[in-house]
Structure formats: C-alpha cells, structure tokens
C-alpha cells in the first residue's frame, strides 16, 4: 500500500496552516522533553511541513511522533529518530553532508533548513522521484541520486557528514573512505529487529573512532538500486 501522495503536490496544495504549525509546535515539544536539546536541530524541524511528505489521508498522524509506511515498503522515520540522527552529526552551515536513503525526503528537508550542502541517494526510484519533485517545491535543493547506497558518491566527497537513514547489516568501507578528516558519520547498525547507532569519526587518513548510542528500528539498508516506476 503506497501512503504517499499520488503525485507531487502544486503550489496551491502546499498549504501549512495554523492548525499544522501548532500541531507540528506541539511535536517539537515532546522531541523536546525526550532529551533532544539542539535548538538549531528543533527550529528546522519545526520549519519543516512533514505532513506534505505524506498523503493527505493520512494528517493525523503526521505530527505524532511514530515512524509510519509511505512506498517501496519503507518508512518516513520517527520525528524523535530524525531529530536525534541530526543532533548527532552537529550540523554546521558549512557542511557538505551526504545522505543515504532519502526516502519522501523530509530528513533531507530538515537538513536543507539547517543551510548545509546537501548531496541525498536514494535506490528507489519512485521515492527518489517524488523527493526531486518536491522538495524544489518547498525551496529546498539538495543535489539527487538515483543509485547504490552503500558505495555512496565518491566523486563529490570527501563530505564533513554521512547520515544513513537505513538500517546497515555492517559499516559500508566505501562511505567510511568517502568522510572527510573530522568527518562525521551517524548510521545504525544490527540486524532486521533493531540496530545500535553508531556515531564514526574519520580522525586520521587510516583512523577512525566509533561508539554507540541507543537502539532504534529502521528499515533494511539494502545493497544496488530498485528500478521501479
């Protein structure tokens, strides 16, 4: 079952009205209590329309704090999970950021609003044509990819940040390699049921530093790319 709009919405259906934003204040406040305290991650989160990712059946359960289905059998993640992936990286404007699995693109929304460079992947081809759609609707423009996730984009790298939005049976070397001296990467890692997240910083040509922080539930990161319409 497909819970993304059928098509992209036009200019007059991109409509965010006072009930949204105080629904979407209300969201933040919980993200809030939850422990999440960069408000720099907050005041993008609370800019960002989420439930235009969505289809417009489905507003109730835009602003609650729950992954839910949108296509190709993957999730529009958690707000708390969204906000707590991109307070791990420590987001500076500067950034050039890649993101694996861009999915409706609302992370990737998130993070244009926090005024990074933005290069997103995505190996399914009809949310990666959906996100390209929209998300130039809503100002936002990130540089898209229709490809393999796990070998990343080495020809724009090094990148300061990598956020994987899926969940990686093991680190992929390719995107180890890809991050920048300093450079940050923040996936999780485990099996089907859960994964542990994983922060990685590349602090030498060879050496890098990892520890885990919380168990979450993503879906599969998978290997190749899915061409369907």
Do not use: W
């Not at 999440?36 to 289809?55: G, K, Q």
């Amino acid at each position: 079952m497909v819970f993304l709009p059928s098509q992209t919405p036009n200019a007059a259906q991109l409509e965010d009205t006072f009930r949204h934003k105080g629904l979407r204040k209300k969201l933040i406040d919980e993200i809030r209590s939850k422990g999440i305290s960069d408000e720099h991650v907050l005041r993008a989160m609370n800019s960002v329309p989420r439930h235009l990712f969505m289809d417009n059946s489905f507003v109730g359960f835009a602003y609650v704090d729950k992954a839910f289905p949108i296509s190709a059998g993957q999730t529009i993640s958690q707000p708390y999970t969204v906000a707590f992936q991109t307070e791990a990286l420590q987001i500076k404007k500067t950034d050039k950021v890649l993101e694996v699995g861009t999915g409706s693109g609302y992370q990737a929304a998130v993070l244009c609003e926090m005024g990074v460079s933005l290069f997103t992947i995505e190996r399914q081809r009809s949310l990666f044509d959906f996100a390209s759609v929209l998300l130039p609707k809503l100002g936002y423009h990130p540089q898209f990819f229709y490809g393999d996730g796990y070998l990343g984009l080495p020809t724009y790298g090094p990148f300061d940040k990598i956020i994987v939005t899926a969940g990686a049976d093991t680190v992929p070397p390719k995107l180890k390699e890809q991050l920048a001296i300093g450079g940050r990467m923040v996936i999780p890692v485990g099996n089907r049921q859960y994964q542990v997240m994983k922060i990685i910083v590349r602090v030498g040509e060879n050496e890098y530093s990892e520890r885990e922080t919380g168990n979450f539930v993503f879906v599969p990161m998978l290997h190749g790319i899915a061409d369907q319409k």
